[in-house]
């Protein structure tokens, strides 16, 4: 019970960022690709991006991630991220905003231990960076992140169980455009 408001403020939050993008660039895009997958790489963590062009500047790409370990359990991490790019030249700086959850899975043990809890984490966060376009259909990026998070009671994810977090992180990326 503890993180019925939270989760409710962090949900609240994702969607008037989402009807935000989507009512400010619906307009339609007259770049050839409209989207793209793109793998995205962070410390130890590797996440899958579908960049869905919504306008000449604007994108909206769900996210997808999971870590699995057989004597632990799964993390299955969901989201998304939103990129206005401020101009569009071959060097395309950015400022953008990601939301997303992270959730846990333990594997069930016979051996008749307690098994960890599962629990689900969320994080909201703002980007800047830039993207490198070696053509319509290939780029490279980078990005600066300024993330909150806010940790199940059972999370040690981390490291403040039911706390929240503040946090900064750097991510590279590829994409392939279509």
């Known amino acids: 019970m503890k993180f019925f408001i939270p989760k409710y403020q962090v949900q609240f939050l994702a969607m008037i960022f989402l009807l935000g993008i989507s009512n400010a660039y619906s307009q339609d895009s007259s770049n050839g690709n409209s989207f793209g997958i793109s793998a995205l790489v962070q410390d130890s963590q ?3 991006l579908f960049p869905i062009f919504l306008s ?3 994108v909206l790409a769900p996210a997808f991630g999971i870590i699995y370990a057989s004597e632990v359990g799964s993390d299955i991490s969901l989201g998304l991220v939103g990129r206005f790019y401020l101009n569009k030249k071959v060097v395309r700086p950015f400022l953008g905003g990601r939301a997303g959850v992270i959730l846990f899975n333990p594997t069930s043990s ?6 960890p ?3 689900t984490d969320f994080l909201v966060g703002f980007l800047a960076g830039g993207e490198y376009f070696l053509n319509e259909s290939f780029s490279f990026g980078i990005e600066a992140q300024l993330n909150a998070t806010i940790s199940d009671e059972n999370s040690s994810r981390f490291g403040n169980p039911g706390g929240t977090n503040i946090n900064t992180g750097a991510a590279v990326f590829a994409t392939v455009y279509f």
């Open 110 to 115: 016979d051996d008749g231990q307690t098994d």
């Open 46 to 48: 590797f996440d899958i």
């Open 117 to 119: 809890e599962s629990t």
């Open 56 to 58: 000449e500047s604007a």
